[in-house]
């Protein structure tokens, strides 16, 4: 059964960091893209990072690029998210993603073939 377990969520002051991890239970972690997601309340879901499963290639929404990164490691079956430079609308629940694909970075939610449950990010004014 494949499981994406994300952590590092938790309430932070804008302008502060948080890292968040997702943790899978892949047998072939290396063979998949990842992605992070979020949804803010009231919001349809939205994607933020994306990262090949080599590590090479990676792409950002607008809205996160510049302080938002992404990184894996394949070792540990384990893709990274770094935010800095928090900002209040960037409160949501994180979703990590995985797609089997060959190569590149998927952006599309619908070409994801699993989800974590997600973790909340809240970051106060």
């Known amino acids: 059964q494949v499981q994406l377990v994300e952590s590092g969520g938790g309430l932070v002051q804008a302008g502060g960091s948080l890292r968040l991890s997702c943790a899978a239970s892949l047998r072939t972690f290396s063979n998949y893209a990842m992605g992070w997601f979020r949804q803010a309340p009231g919001k349809d879901r939205e994607f933020a990072a994306g990262?090949?499963?080599?590590?090479?290639?990676?792409y950002y929404a607008d809205s996160v690029k510049g302080r938002f990164t992404i990184s894996r490691d394949n070792a540990k079956n384990t893709v990274y998210l770094q935010m800095n430079s928090l900002k209040p609308e960037d409160t949501a629940i994180y979703y990590c993603a995985a797609a089997q694909v060959p190569l590149g970075v998927v952006v599309r939610g619908d070409d994801y073939d699993y989800w974590g449950q997600g973790t909340q990010v809240t970051v106060s004014s």
């Open positions: 990262i090949s499963w080599s590590g090479d290639s990676t």
